[in-house]
């Protein structure tokens, strides 16, 4: 079943995962994305503020984008989104963490331009297995209202 606009209330939409991201994935991903020596090399990072190897933010926000599309934005009516409102980093993640992802719907209206869809706007919060946030996003998508989706797929 495709989500429509109609689907998203605003209050607690779900929790995802958990995701577990390996040391090997955290470097690959730094050294192609953000080679900074906290991401790559374990003794300079303990002399960073982070105390240790963590994983880039960027890739933190990739991990997370990806819980939200295998949870609920593959399966819907996703027209994309406008860009990020808000992105904080709030702790380091470390090699073999697992990831959970909480995801509120913090408003639903319909677009006053294009009054076929409607902004639905998320925020995420991603935690470590001992709860601790690592990671929020507060991020609109524009999303099908259900007669349009439902006349586009009987067309």
Known sequence: MTLTFEDFKPGHLGTFG?????????LAFAAEFDPQPMHLDEEAAKHSMLKGLSG????LGSVMMRMMFDGFIGRTASLGSPGIN????????????????DVDVTEAR???SRPETGIVT????????????LCEMVSPIIVRRRAVAASEQSA
Not at 87 to 100: C, K, M, Q, S, V
């Open 122 to 133: 998320f925020k995420g919060v991603i935690r470590n297995a001992a709860g601790q946030a």
């Open 86 to 101: 808000e992105l904080r980093w709030l702790a380091p993640f470390r090699p073999g963490d697992d990831l959970t992802l």
């Open 110 to 112: 319909v677009s006053r």
């Open 18 to 26: 958990p995701r577990h991201v390996t040391r090997e994935e955290m």
């Open 56 to 59: 880039s933010g960027w890739h």
